[in-house]
């Protein structure tokens, strides 16, 4: 078995409402691996996804990147581990007036903390990094153009750029395709499936539709009010235990 | 399907129908209570203010007289009037300069989404309500009483008035941007300066630059004015001429302030929908 990239170890989480959004949620995501973490609204995969990331503090269990636990990091050390993951969320998030490159290029800021980048003059030497992170992505032609006027899928495509510029070891998508229409989501799929094989990353992605993450993951992780119900390949989930995943969730709707 | 759009397209009527009966009878009557209130207002507005049409028309021969004598304008003068004028411009550029240097911290501070804390959010909407709140006319008085006649006093007073109009606008600007390049850029591992000047900066930057442009635009009408407390520039001219019942120099003053009022509204206009 390879070795873990990103490994999260019986996370719990309980929101200060008392709600309990993670119950003991265990994962691990190897280099070239996809993990698509699959569930309905509310099941807690944006929570769980959070918490590895460092956005959200768990209240039970650890995180581990590169072996090291993030959950007991805080300020410089925890934005230090963290910048070994890269994020990409349902919103490309792109600052439209500026160009797609410098918007690629700001992903390179973490390493480069001094006065220059902090008056907003970007570091000129990534700039040839980020022209590839573009080509990766396939908009290298689209460089110049200002970021507002990309379409959603572009945009997408752009903000992924924008995270392999940071030179990241893994990458957390948050529900990337959830905005796209369906050729949009294929490309954009394709990109993140080519991005782990080609360029060994790991890769996490949360998605709503179990049909894409049969076509691209190699593993599939099934999550059910705050716990994993199913952690495997593709090939080996019946459709039945898929769609238990969302089956209850209609009559607990309704009975609410 | 035909049928289906039929009875819906009736059920529609007949609701509106429905709603509007009592509405328009509702409405109507509110109208009148309206129009009352409004008609009582308007008479004691009138009374306290003293308005006197009939004064408008027995006054009309004294107008008439004032404008025989104020023409032609005095060209002569023109070239001595060119520094005030020049004065004038400069009072509102530097001050509006000066104000957008101050106000842009303040907004930082003053919107909710940037403030460095509690306190912080606090002072700086209790300093830009108060800079907001007292006319740059007042400002101006306060500032010649301080630091002596001149045009000085001038810029300090549109400075100190226009940071309190600029920290509110700029601050509304910067609440109402999208915060997410802020959070993805916060996720690549930049520091807290470095997400200000990547991702706010600008985001904010051609609405800041549109709201500085009108700004200064209104400066440059208010610096005019400001003259008459003894902030220096056109208005002080203005105010001078006056009593000398001189004119023909109040005409020619009054020209130039036309022109600079106009060049200065197309200007501005010009450069907001370039940034646009």
Known sequence: ?256 | MNATVKVRVERERASRGGLMTPGRWGGSALGFLGLFVFLVVLAQSAMVVQARPQDLITGAHGMADILRRAMPPDFSKLQSELWPALETVDIAFFGTTVAVLLAVPLAIMAAHNTSPGRPFYAAARSLIALCRAVPDLVWALLFVTAVGLGPFPGALAVSVHSVGMLGRLFAEVIEDMDMGPVEALTMTGANRLQVFSHAVVPSVLPSLLGIALYRLDENIRSSLVLGFVGAGGLGFELLTAMNLFQYRTVSLLLVLTFVIVILTERMSAALRRRIG
């Not at chain 1, 992903?107 to 573009?134: D, F, K, W, Y």
């Open chain 1, 1 to 256: 078995m390879r070795t873990a990239l990103v490994e999260a170890d019986g996370l719990g989480m309980r929101y200060a409402t008392g709600r309990l959004a993670l119950d003991g949620a265990s994962l691990s995501v190897a280099a070239g691996e996809l993990l698509v973490i699959l569930g309905h609204n509310g099941c807690g995969k944006s929570t769980l996804l959070k918490c590895i990331a460092g956005l959200l503090r768990p209240t039970a269990g650890q995180v581990l990147v590169a072996g090291r636990d993030i959950t007991s990091l805080s300020g410089r050390a925890l934005s230090e581990a963290r910048m070994a993951m890269a994020m990409v969320f349902q919103q490309a998030r792109l600052v439209g007036r500026r160009s797609v490159l410098a918007n690629v290029v700001c992903g390179t800021l973490g390493r480069h903390r001094n006065v220059t980048s902090a008056l907003g003059i970007l570091p000129r030497t990534e700039r040839q990094h980020a022209m590839e992170c573009l080509e990766e992505v396939g908009l290298a032609g689209f460089a110049t153009q200002r970021a507002g006027t990309l379409s959603g899928g572009q945009a997408q495509r752009a903000s992924i750029a924008r995270a392999l510029a940071q030179r990241p070891a893994a990458l957390l998508a948050d529900e990337p395709v959830a905005s796209l229409d369906p050729e949009a989501s294929e490309e954009v799929m394709r990109l993140l499936r080519r991005i782990s094989s080609s360029d060994g990353l790991g890769v996490i992605c949360v998605l709503h539709q179990p049909e894409l993450a049969r076509r691209y993951a190699d593993r599939i992780l099934g999550m059910r009010q705050g716990r994993v119900m199913f952690d495997d390949t593709p090939g080996a989930i019946a459709d039945r235990q898929m769609q238990a995943l969302y089956e209850g969730v209609v009559i607990q709707g309704l009975a609410a």
